[in-house]
């Protein structure tokens, strides 16, 4: 066998080339380690097999025939190529485990560098070029096309600077001028954004090293969230303000450091643009708590009148009927019917702390939240921990009215709040018309009994999703 090899070397040479090829096909990329060791092997057998047949890569082929001297002008070429490739190889191995994304773009840099170092000097020994006049050449050619493609290699060198800094990674989230999004990728031209909405987003590397940059995971964990409400110029500022911060009142998950803020963004003779503000803990759903907040910020700028320009100091009964609309357990109630139960609904006011309903009561009235934050809080056989917290719309004391049984939490104002209390007596002929209001009750103290025990049971730290929330969600 070693007889046959030294014998034909150039033959096996070229089908080490080959073999070196189809392996580095067909072995799979995740044992980067056994690819590059076996490209390793073979271009060190390639390079004793080259040697033995008597040629030198320093030095042009030594044969006169023409034949033989252009097999082996092309195997002394493909020893320079296969040398950098190896050599580009080992270096990725190295740099990316220890540089992540910025090692995978170095070693691009550096495996340009090296191919094109070894074309040069494959050039200058195999093939006895001039290479002092191929650089001259080479060095206006490359004037020339760094004039064509400026734009194009000042993103990349703007990408080379962003890898070597690290301002954000893969999967961080970042907002580069104000729009904000996850990273899924940093190539050679640009930085590629999947936004909120599902889009990707792709911002050229020269502009995002220009940008301003926030990084959303660089924060201690925290996370910002943000919604944005353009309002009727012709509605007061304070009132806008005031249920935006009642708003940010309502969402438990809010962070009490950085303080969550409403401010006024822009406006003109027609609008004025209002953007309530906060941050979050890492664990958070971002999504589903912006979700969340616009829902109550619609039914604070609706209980306050905001929607139809009215004050609800002044048409209290107006309110009352609209605020009806967004109970759900009156849905199955007809226009007619829902006019009626309005008259019924009598407002009583309550200061930031008061309790509206306190644990183990046997409500006699049916309480429906017109304005405010309320905060629900159960026993957990220390003292009460914080459930949750409601907006206009939902309701408390469902167990007294149905069932005559004691409240199962504790009702506290968080802020000021106009509260609408309904009788037991007058539900009573509502619930008798309406058998479909009694079903809704019944479910909803049911639901709301398995979500407090638990709630009891898991003890969780922060409110999650199909927890207590959800309890809220379905008053």
């Not at 995740?30 to 060190?44: D, W």
């Not at 309002?231 to 940010?248: C, E, F, G, I, W």
């Not at 429906?368 to 459930?387: K, L, N």
Request: hydrophobic share 50%.
């Amino acid at each position: 066998m070693f007889t046959v090899i030294h014998d034909h070397p150039m033959i096996f040479a070229v089908g080490l080339l080959l073999a070196d090829l189809a392996c580095w096909r067909l072995l799979p990329v995740e044992q980067k380690v056994g690819r590059v060791l076996l490209r390793l092997v073979f271009f060190t057998a390639y390079s004793v097999l080259i040697f033995r047949a008597g040629m030198s890569p320093m030095q042009p082929s030594p044969w006169p025939d023409a034949a033989l001297n252009m097999m082996g002008t092309a195997l002394e070429i493909a020893w320079w190529l296969l040398g950098a490739r190896t050599l580009t190889v080992v270096l990725g191995l190295l740099l990316i485990p220890r540089s992540g994304h910025a090692g995978r773009l170095l070693k691009d840099v550096l495996g340009a560098a090296i191919f094109l170092a070894a074309i040069v000097a494959a050039a200058a020994y195999v093939m006895q070029l001039p290479v002092k006049g191929l650089l001259a050449t080479s060095g206006v050619v490359a004037i020339v096309v760094g004039l064509a493609l400026q734009n194009t290699l000042s993103d990349v060198f703007s990408g080379i600077v962003l890898n070597t800094t690290k301002p954000y990674r893969l999967d961080d989230w970042i907002a580069i001028d104000g729009t904000e999004g996850k990273v899924v990728e940093i190539d050679w031209r640009a930085t590629h954004l999947l936004t909120a909405q599902g889009g990707t987003l792709v911002i050229p590397n020269s502009v995002a090293a220009k940008a301003k940059i926030l990084n959303l995971n660089r924060s201690a964990d925290v996370h910002a969230i943000a919604i944005s409400v353009t309002v009727s110029a012709q509605v007061r500022p304070r009132l806008v303000l005031d249920a935006l911060h009642k708003t940010l009142r309502g969402v438990s998950v809010l962070l009490p450091t950085p303080k969550a803020k409403v401010v006024i963004k822009s406006s003109d003779l027609a609008s004025v643009e209002y953007e309530a503000s906060g941050f979050v803990g890492a664990g958070t759903d971002r999504v589903e708590a912006r979700n969340l907040m616009f829902d109550l910020a619609y039914r604070h700028l609706r209980a306050a009148g905001i929607a139809t320009g009215e004050n609800p100091r002044e048409v209290p009964a107006s309110q009352a009927r609209r605020l009806l609309d967004d109970v759900k357990i009156f849905r199955s109630l007809d226009a007619e019917e829902k006019d009626r139960l309005s008259q019924q609904l009598v407002a009583q006011p309550f200061a930031a702390g008061q309790v509206v309903l306190e644990f183990g009561a046997a409500s006699e009235q049916l309480w429906v939240i017109g304005t405010g934050v309320v905060s629900a809080s159960i026993p957990d056989g220390e003292g009460f921990v914080e459930a949750g917290r409601m907006g206009p719309g939902e309701v408390m004391g469902e167990e007294g009215v149905t069932l005559g049984a004691p409240s199962q939490a504790r009702f506290t104002a968080l802020t000021s709040s106009v509260i609408y209390r309904i009788d037991k007596d007058m539900l009573q002929a509502c619930l008798e018309e309406r058998t479909e209001v009694g079903s809704a009750l019944s479910k909803l103290q049911e639901f709301r009994q398995q979500a407090s025990a638990s709630l009891l049971v898991h003890k969780p730290v922060a409110i999650k999703k199909g927890g207590f929330l959800s309890w809220l969600r379905h008053s």
